[in-house]
């Protein structure tokens, strides 16, 4: 079958280790099914993996991509719930079993015709939603659903912040959030994404590091570094940072003095349980909210769609049609 396989990890040029050709169909063990893979959406994770974090390279050749939508060995339409795991050992919660990894981990990725995965990870696809919209959900849409609805503590009406608007986790914040009723606010570097943003949902879009109107409830961070000062400073006294990412490095200073003296919290976030996928699923259905796609190309394009990403160049997600 026709492949993107991550062959070596380069820090520098992650491009560089990216193979694209024939791999051997997987061999599903007990438990697990093949699905036929239609739509395959790339996440910042990709990236990380040619770049060698979080990836040794004993594990290499690995297929790449984390998410997946197309038809189970029945013909039906399911979306794969990317964390592999033993949901008991995480005491219910899958994303909490320390052994958990990700398709692309330790498992062959969905970048690919077919890719295996335990029969308890697949999720029904609503009709409603295109293969290519369901593919953008188990990642960045089940990360941003997280982040708001279990992870932010506050009810629809709240103000959020949100970091780096034109990203694929971003873009999904906006748009989620703005399905649910909270009044969202972002930033980004460029005065485009800024536009693109408050034609998504967003409520206002302000320069990276701007001197906001008021004080927010909550800031989404996925940047890191670049923009943690800002969103230290941005929260009213008891706001809370949940952060799920850290593209531009880890944060440098902490800001220790600000946080504990205006009582911050700061909440980590990853991916989200199998259960939320469903959630987050039906979500979309009832709401009429839609994934942002900036792009559709065939796999064999894989290459582009990466550069794109690299280069920071996009707004809303890639897809990759299988
Ligand atoms: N914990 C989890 O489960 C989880 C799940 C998904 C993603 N993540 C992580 O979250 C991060 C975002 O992922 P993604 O897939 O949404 O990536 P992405 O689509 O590449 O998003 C990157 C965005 O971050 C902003 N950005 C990047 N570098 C910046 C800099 N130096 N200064 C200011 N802004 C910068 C950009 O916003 P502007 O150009 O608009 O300024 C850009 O649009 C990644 O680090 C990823 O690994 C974690």
């Known amino acids: 079958m026709f492949a993107v396989t991550a062959a070596r990890v380069d820090a520098g040029d992650p491009l560089s280790g990216m193979d694209l050709g024939e791999r051997p169909d997987p061999v599903p063990p007990a438990g697990w099914v093949t699905v036929t893979v239609k739509a395959a959406a790339l996440n910042h994770h990709d990236v990380w993996t040619l770049r060698g974090v979080g990836m040794s390279a004993d594990r290499l050749p690995i297929v790449l991509g984390c998410d997946a939508a197309g038809l189970d060995p029945d013909g039906n339409e399911v979306i794969v719930h990317s964390v592999i795991a033993d949901p008991d050992a995480g005491g219910g919660d899958e994303t909490l079993d320390p052994r958990r990894s990700l398709l692309s981990e330790r498992h062959d990725g969905t970048f690919a015709e077919r890719v295996a995965v335990p029969r308890r990870n697949l999720v029904p696809k609503p009709a409603a939603l295109s293969f290519e919209e369901a593919a953008c959900l188990p990642t960045a849409y089940l990360t941003a659903y997280r982040m708001l609805f279990e992870k932010s503590g506050v009810q629809p009406g709240a103000t ?28 980004s570097r460029s005065e485009a994404k800024r536009e693109r943003a408050v034609k998504l ?26 923009t943690w000062a800002h969103s230290v400073r941005s929260l009213r006294p008891g706001g809370r940072i949940v952060i799920c990412g850290a593209t531009s490095g880890d944060a440098s200073p902490a800001e220790l003095t600000r946080i504990f003296f205006t009582q911050l919290s700061v909440t980590g976030s990853t991916m989200g349980t199998r259960d939320q996928l469903g959630r987050l699923a039906r979500f979309c259905e009832q709401t009429g909210a839609r994934p942002l796609i900036d792009r559709v190309l065939p796999l064999d394009q894989a290459r582009d769609g990466f550069a794109a990403m690299i280069a920071g160049d996009l707004f809303g997600k890639v897809v990759f049609r299988c």
């Open 160 to 187: 959020l912040l949100v970091q780096g608007a034109g990203g694929g986790v971003a873009t999904a914040l906006i748009l989620l959030g703005r399905a649910a009723g909270y009044r969202m606010w972002a930033t």
């Open 201 to 226: 949902g967003a409520d206002q879009a302000f320069p990276a590091g701007a001197r906001l109107p008021e004080r927010v409830d909550v800031v989404m961070e996925t940047v890191g570094q670049a």
